[in-house]
């Protein structure tokens, strides 16, 4: 299975910064997905970050939100701008190389916005 | 469109009962189907996952959960529940429609194992 890295682990921002995530994979993968989840909720999907080109966006999340970039293979940034206490959440990423693999996660990034 | 229920918020079992956690599935073609597990402040830990093949699937810490095509569901299970097996379980299905091989997910189930 993957290891999956993100940083950082958690952090408190204030209204109207901006905060980007970082998503390390140990080994090249196809797909890496962004997910947002509350705690004890089920997880939404922001996008689909893909190599080379941009990323693929969910109904509800705009680029001009959450900018993607997706460098190669093995890494992914994920940036909420103009954070407001709405955006305080568990920010997951995670990889997938086909159809029939099995999706990792990472251990996720606790964000509080004051 | 592809979907996923797990009709329970909650399941309650004492230790040392069998325990099943149900999820049933909508999908146009194939589902591919999967199990997933999340601890108190941890990230999602994969459980066991259904593609082809035998119908009762073997996975992590004693889970095994039986595709059953005619009633669409897929339903976790463990003979023998443990109170570290409380935990926040969610059930998904691969979106076979797009090119981005995403999970459908349900909503969660919290299974609490009480002593």
């Known amino acids: 299975s993957a290891v999956i890295s993100q940083k950082p682990s958690r952090d408190i921002c204030q209204r109207g910064t901006s905060l980007t995530i970082q998503c390390q994979v140990d080994s090249q993968v196809t797909m890496m997905f962004w997910y947002r989840q509350q705690p004890g909720q089920s997880l939404t999907l922001i996008a689909t970050?893909?190599?080379?080109?941009?990323?693929?966006?969910e109904s509800g999340f705009v680029i001009d939100k959450f900018p993607i970039s997706r460098p190669n293979l093995t890494f992914s940034t994920l940036t909420v701008s103009n954070m407001s206490p709405e955006d305080s959440s568990i920010y997951l990423c995670s990889e997938s190389r086909d159809q029939t693999d099995t999706q990792y996660f990472g251990p996720g990034t606790r964000l509080t916005v004051l | 469109a592809q979907s996923v229920a797990q009709p329970e918020d909650q399941v309650n079992v004492a230790e040392g009962n069998p325990l099943t956690v149900k999820c049933t599935y909508s999908?146009?073609?194939?589902?591919?189907l999967f199990w997933y597990v999340q601890y108190p402040n941890r990230g999602l830990q994969f459980l066991l996952k259904y593609i082809t093949g035998d119908n009762l699937v073997k996975g992590s810490y004693g889970f095994e959960a039986e595709f059953n095509k005619s009633q669409t569901s897929f339903h976790l299970k463990k003979p023998s529940a443990l109170v570290s097996d409380s935990a926040l379980y969610f059930c998904a299905v691969r979106d076979m429609g797009g090119s981005n091989y995403q999970l459908i997910w349900g909503a969660g189930t919290k299974l609490i194992i009480k002593p």
């Open positions: 999908v146009s073609g194939n589902p591919y």
């Open positions: 970050a893909n190599q080379g080109s941009e990323a693929t966006y």
